[in-house]
């Protein structure tokens, strides 16, 4: 049997397991896609809190992505919370080594705010993802409040959101999934804007509540499908599916602050 085609998630460690690494390995597993992992920072949280964020040396970040490229026929890599200037310009130095035909696709989840509103990036380093990083990506997944950042205002409806994706695409040279799923209605709809126009992605909406990682579990699963060989279309269509179907199938556990809910990525 042909083995399965490796994956590598670039992102923070996730204690609670619901977002980060832990939830991109799991989505990589269900996909039949062999994850590994570059740990970039390990964050204490939960859903809804953030307490604590320690970085990872530049360095060792460094040596966990060249071994992964070094030693396997890694197909796709998809970046999470790379959290300083510093990290994204070491994975932008070995991604740039790379000749341009033989680079592993890349899906750039720009991490810089959690669910709970607290800051996941340092304030100096989102000039360093305009600049290098997303010209590297195959496609880049703000959600709104990140894409309100990159473009350097509010977005305050849905129909905003997908007017951006042309301009976006045509300023980074890529394709943007511009995700509005935390919108209430009928429906979660996010756009994926290529080169060639923007496609509508729609799936019922389902409240969740203490839920994070759905971002990070929609990129993974967006990764996985260009690793399997999907187009960008059909992987970003099996990535909405996933996720919906992850959200309303949520656990839900009493806690002594209250429920709190996770993901099933299986």
Sequence with gaps: MEPPPVAVTIAGSDNSAGAGIQADLKTFTYFRVFGQSVVTCVVAEVPGKVQKIHAVDVDTVREQLSLSLEYFPVRAIKTGML????????????LEAIPVGKRPYLVVDPVMIASSGDPLLQADALELYLDRLFPLATVVTPNRDEAAMICGHRIETSAELAEIGPKLVQQFGTSFLLKGGHWPGEFAVDYL??????????????????????GCTLSAALAAGLALG????????RAKTFVTRAISESMTWSGQHGPVS?????
């Design 83 to 94: 959290y300083s200037k510093e990290i994204i310009a070491a994975i932008c130095d070995i």
């Design 193 to 214: 804007a290529t080169e060639t126009g923007v496609l509508r992605l729609a799936e019922p909406f389902v409240a969740a509540k203490s839920i994070h990682g759905t």
């Design 230 to 237: 999907d187009d960008l279309a059909a992987a970003a269509r």
């Design 262 to 266: 996770a993901l099933k990525h299986w």
